[in-house]
């Protein structure tokens, strides 16, 4: 079955950098898009990043544009966020998802306070 595991979420300070995983499996990773979505408290889920499969076209929210990177390891079914210059506003629970289909992660916690 489709599982996505999600990894590297933490506390850090804001102007720090984190990055996160989502492993994948159960399913032929390379042949589906992924994305990022977050959720914050008492806030609806938010996309995040997203990448395309084969040739990686990536696109992002606008509150993120120019911080976060997402991108993707075919041969490890691994996806990733980078995410530099944090800020407070992006404390949220991170979650992981396959395109197509009703896929996430259990999701991870990212904390932004001094």
């Known amino acids: 079955q489709v599982q996505l595991v999600e990894s590297g979420g933490g506390l850090v300070q804001p102007g720090g950098s984190l990055r996160l995983s989502c492993a994948a499996s159960g399913f032929t990773f390379s042949m589906y898009g992924m994305s990022w979505y977050r959720q914050a408290p008492e806030k609806e889920r938010e996309l995040v990043a997203t990448i395309t499969p084969g040739d990686s076209i990536t696109n992002y929210a606008d509150s993120v544009k120019g911080r976060f990177t997402i991108s993707r390891d075919n041969a490890k079914n691994t996806v990733y966020l980078q995410m530099n210059s944090l800020k407070p506003e992006d404390t949220a629970v991170y979650y992981c998802?396959?395109?197509?289909?009703?896929?996430w992660g259990q999701g991870t916690q990212v904390t932004v306070s001094s």
């Open positions: 998802k396959r395109n197509n289909g009703n896929y």
